[in-house]
C-alpha cells in the first residue's frame, strides 16, 4: 500500500483534492469488500478446493481457483505499475508536489507518537466493541464482523478526501453516545439487547471517525507517508496485542473496552489557551466534577433503601438519569469527559452487579470470560416435609461463558449429584443413559465439551466417563469442588482430556466409545468443525457396532437439526431427534432448562430402543425440503449464515 501511494505521488502532483493519501481510502475499501463478501458469497458457495466427487460443470473451480487468478491479476498490476515508474521522465519521479498544502518537514517524535496513539485507540475500540457486545450483552453470531466493518469504514471516509469530519462535532457526538451507552446498559441489563447493540456501534463509529480523522488531518507530505504508515501498523497492531494478548492476563472482564474508550476521550480536541489561573481553576474542577457525581450517585443508592422489585427498577432509573445528565456537563473538556466517563462505567458496573447473584468465581482466557455464580432459584410452596408451607428457594449455581450458560447444579446436599441444565434426567440426554442402561455400551462413553461435568453424575460404579475439552480453565473450574462437584462425586472414574476434541478423538482406536456425546455447540460458539460429514464419519468409526452418537445442538441463533439431519442423510446413517421444550414446575424447580438433542447410529438396530418415547422424531423429517447443499457442512465448504435462524 504505502509503495504504491509513493508511486503515484512520484508520478503526478498531489493536491490536498487528489493526494495518494486516497489510494488508503481505496484499500480500506477493498478490505471492506472482502470482510463482507467472504461470508455472505464466497464462503457458501465456492469450495475451499475443487471436491473430486463433484459432477458440475464447474467442479473444478474452487476459493484456491479464486485465490490463485486473484494473485495472478494482481502481480500483473503491480507489474504494470513498476513500469510505468520506471519509464516515467526523470523529472516527474521523486519530486514532491509544492502545492499539495501539507507539511514537508521531517515529523518529530511527539509526532509520531500521536499517530501511534490514534491509531492504536480506534484498533483497541474496535476489538473491546466486538468483545463487549459477545461477552456482556448477546452472544450473536458473527457480530464481530460489523464492528470491523465500521471500523474500516470510518478509515475510508477519514482519508477520502472529499469528506471533512470536524473533530469537535465527531469528539461531542462519541462522547454522549458512550454515555447514553453505559446508561441503557445500567438502567437495562440484557432486556433489550438490540438498543445496547445500537448504541455501542454507533459510539464506537463516532470514536473511531474521531480519531481517524484526527490522524487523516495530520497526515505528512507524500515524502514522508512511508513513516507515516509505519507508525498508524504499530498502533494498530499494539491495540491488537493489548485486547488478544495482556487484557486476558490483566483482567477478569472486558475491562479493556471502557479503558480504551476513557483513553480516546482524553485526545479529544483541545479547547483554546487560557490564563493561567483559569486553566487552574479548570483542572480543579476536572478532577473534583467527577468524583462529586459519584459521590452522588453512591450516596443516592445507599439512602434509597427499598426492597420492592419496582422500586429498586425505579432507583437505577434515577440513578443512572443524574449520572447521565452530570456527565453530559463535562463534555467541554476532553479531560473532565474522560473522568466522567471513568466514573460512569465503574457505577454501572459495580451498581449492575448489586442483586445480580454472587459471582463466586471469574476468570478471563484466550476463549473469552468465564464466571461461577449462585442465584436464588424459583420460589415454590412443598406440600409434604419439614418445609411444608413454606416458600423455599433452591439455589442453583451456573457456569457461564460470557452471556451463555453452559452447565447449572443444586448445590444443596442430596440434589447436587442430580444433573441439572441441559443434562435433566427428564430431558433427551437422561432418557439416552435410561434406554442404554444395563448394556455394555455405557462401559466407555466420550464427551466433546465438559462444562460444568454435569453428565458426570450418570456414571455407575466400573463405567468410565472421558471428557474432551478445549479450554484448560474450563476443566479447572469442573474439577474444583468450591464450584462444581459433579466430577468428584462421580460414581464412575472421570478423566478430562485438554485438547480439541476431534483430534483427540482422532487418537483413540476405532470402535471404543459405547455412547459418544457431542456437546460443544451453544449460543454463536459453533465449532463447525466438528459438526461436518467427515467429523460425523470419524465419530461412527469411535463407537462400536450398535453404539449411539448424541449431539447436543440447543443453540440461541442457530438452528443446527437440519445441518445434522443433510449429514446423516448424506452419510446414509439412521438418526432421531427431540425438542425438549415443555417443562413441570417440579423441572423447572430443579434446574431444567429447554434443550434439543439428535442421536446417530450406523445402523437402524440401534435406534429402535428408543422409539418407546414419545419425544424422539425421525432425523430426517427436519430436513428442508428437496433438501439444501448448503447446510451439508464438510472440511471443504461450510456456511454458520445458512443454518441462522
Not at 449429584?417 to 448394556?439: D, K
Request: charged fraction near 15%; glycine fraction near 8%.
Amino acid at each position: 500500500g504505502p509503495l504504491l501511494q509513493s508511486w503515484a505521488a512520484a508520478l503526478g502532483r498531489p493536491t490536498p483534492r487528489s493526494s495518494p493519501y486516497t489510494l488508503y481510502a481505496a484499500s480500506n475499501l477493498g478490505s471492506l469488500a472482502a470482510l463482507v463478501a467472504y461470508p455472505t458469497i464466497v464462503e457458501p458457495y465456492l469450495p475451499v478446493v475443487a471436491s473430486p466427487s463433484a459432477s458440475t460443470a464447474l467442479s473444478w473451480f474452487s476459493q484456491g481457483v479464486l485465490w490463485t487468478c486473484g494473485y495472478g491479476l494482481f502481480v500483473a498490476l503491480m507489474f504494470g505499475c513498476a513500469v510505468a515508474v520506471a519509464r516515467a521522465p526523470a523529472a516527474t519521479t521523486h519530486t514532491a508536489a509544492p502545492d499539495d498544502g501539507l507539511p514537508r518537514a521531517a515529523p518529530t517524535w511527539r509526532q509520531r507518537l500521536m499517530w501511534c496513539v490514534l491509531a492504536f485507540a480506534p484498533s483497541s475500540a474496535m476489538l473491546g466493541t466486538a468483545q463487549a457486545l459477545t461477552t456482556d450483552v448477546a452472544a450473536v453470531p458473527l457480530l464481530f464482523i460489523v464492528p470491523l466493518a465500521l471500523y474500516l469504514l470510518t478509515l475510508v471516509l477519514a482519508f477520502w478526501g472529499r469528506i471533512h469530519i470536524p473533530p469537535r462535532a465527531s469528539f461531542l457526538a462519541a462522547a454522549v453516545l458512550t454515555m447514553a451507552t453505559c446508561a441503557m446498559g445500567w438502567i437495562l441489563p440484557r432486556q433489550s439487547p438490540a438498543i445496547d447493540i445500537a448504541l455501542h456501534l454507533a459510539s464506537l463509529t463516532a470514536w473511531a471517525l474521531c480519531c481517524h480523522g484526527r490522524l487523516a488531518d495530520r497526515r505528512p507530505a507524500a515524502s514522508q507517508l512511508t513513516d507515516y504508515y509505519l507508525w498508524i501498523a504499530l498502533g494498530g497492531a499494539l491495540g491488537g496485542v493489548f485486547n488478544g494478548l495482556l487484557a486476558p492476563l490483566l483482567f477478569t472482564s472486558v475491562a479493556e473496552y471502557p479503558i480504551v474508550l476513557t483513553l480516546a476521550a482524553l485526545l479529544g480536541p483541545p479547547r483554546p489557551a487560557r490564563t493561567a489561573s483559569r486553566e487552574r481553576r479548570a483542572l480543579a474542577l476536572d478532577l473534583l466534577l467527577p468524583l462529586a457525581m459519584a459521590a452522588l450517585v453512591f450516596g443516592l443508592h445507599a439512602a434509597w433503601k427499598t426492597d420492592s422489585a419496582d422500586d429498586i427498577l425505579l432507583r437505577v432509573r434515577v440513578e443512572a438519569a443524574l449520572a447521565l445528565g452530570l456527565a453530559l456537563t463535562t463534555l467541554g473538556r476532553p479531560v473532565r469527559c474522560a473522568a466522567a466517563l471513568a466514573v460512569l462505567f465503574i457505577s454501572s458496573r459495580a451498581l449492575s452487579l448489586l442483586g445480580d447473584g454472587e459471582t463466586l468465581y471469574a476468570e478471563r482466557t484466550f476463549f473469552g470470560t468465564l464466571r461461577v455464580k449462585e442465584v436464588e432459584g424459583v420460589s415454590f410452596i412443598p406440600q409434604g416435609g419439614p418445609h411444608a408451607g413454606q416458600v423455599v428457594r433452591l439455589p442453583l449455581r451456573h457456569l457461564f461463558h460470557g452471556t451463555t450458560m453452559h452447565g447449572t447444579q443444586l448445590p444443596r446436599a442430596g440434589l447436587s449429584l442430580q444433573p441439572a441444565g441441559y443434562y435433566h434426567r427428564s430431558g433427551p440426554i437422561g432418557n439416552v443413559f435410561q434406554m442404554l442402561e444395563g448394556t455394555s455400551l455405557t462401559d466407555e462413553v466420550g464427551f466433546v465439551g465438559l462444562g460444568a461435568g454435569a453428565c458426570a453424575a450418570y456414571a455407575k460404579p466400573g463405567q468410565r466417563f472421558s471428557f474432551y475439552e478445549l479450554d484448560p480453565a474450563v476443566i479447572r473450574i469442573a474439577r474444583n469442588p468450591a464450584y462444581f462437584t459433579y466430577l468428584r462425586d462421580s460414581p464412575g472414574t472421570v478423566r478430562t482430556i485438554s485438547g480439541d476434541g476431534r483430534l483427540r478423538l482422532g487418537l483413540e482406536p476405532d470402535g471404543h466409545f459405547g455412547l459418544l456425546v457431542i456437546d460443544a455447540f451453544s449460543s454463536d460458539a459453533v465449532p463447525m468443525h466438528l459438526l461436518t460429514r467427515e467429523a460425523l464419519a470419524l465419530y461412527l468409526r469411535k463407537v462400536q457396532s450398535g453404539g449411539v452418537v448424541a449431539f447436543h445442538l440447543s443453540s440461541e441463533f442457530f438452528d443446527l437439526l437440519p445441518v445434522v439431519a443433510e449429514i446423516a442423510n448424506a452419510l446414509g446413517v439412521p438418526g432421531l431427534a427431540w425438542i425438549d421444550a415443555a417443562m413441570t414446575p417440579e423441572q423447572i424447580v430443579t434446574g431444567k432448562q429447554p434443550s434439543r438433542w439428535a442421536v446417530i447410529a450406523a445402523a437402524p438396530a440401534a435406534l429402535q430402543r428408543f422409539a418407546s418415547t414419545p419425544g424422539w422424531r425421525p432425523l430426517p423429517s427436519f430436513r428442508r425440503p428437496g433438501g439444501d447443499r448448503h447446510l451439508l457442512w464438510t472440511d471443504l465448504q461450510a456456511s454458520p449464515f445458512a443454518a441462522l435462524r
